[in-house]
């Protein structure tokens, strides 16, 4: 059985900086694509950004230059450091990984941390 852990969600004040975390464990043979998705309020789930296994990362505009993914394979972890933070940043933010497992090492299987609560407010 594999788990997303994340942490690193707050309150942060408009232009402020928050580092969030996802460590996945359980029995990973091999993780394809990271990444950070986010949802607001009466709004759908969206993505924020991901990173694939040879490191192409793609983000949403709305965070192109303000936010940096990046993903430690030796821990089975991903970070994403999130600067300049605006009140539209406001959100739980979903890690995913697209993972294989032992018992099914060919069969690559989607996997979402609980969420953590990002909010930017004065």
């Known amino acids: 059985q594999v788990q997303l852990v994340e942490s690193g969600g707050g309150l942060v004040q408009p232009g402020g900086s928050l580092r969030l975390s996802c460590a996945a464990s359980?029995?990973?043979?091999?993780?394809?694509?990271m990444g950070w998705y986010r949802q607001a309020p009466g709004k759908q789930r969206d993505l924020v950004v991901i990173v694939t296994m040879i490191n192409t990362t793609i983000y949403a505009d709305s965070v192109k230059g303000r936010f940096t993914i990046s993903r430690d394979n030796a821990k089975n972890m991903v970070h994403l450091q999130m600067n300049s933070l605006k009140p539209e940043d406001t959100a739980v933010y979903y890690c995913?990984?697209?993972?294989?497992?032992?018992?099914?090492?060919?069969?690559?299987?989607?996997?979402w941390g609980q969420g953590t609560q990002v909010t930017v407010s004065s």
């Open positions: 995913n990984m697209v993972l294989t497992t032992d018992v099914s090492p060919n069969v690559p299987t989607n996997y």
């Open positions: 359980g029995s990973i043979f091999s993780i394809y694509n």
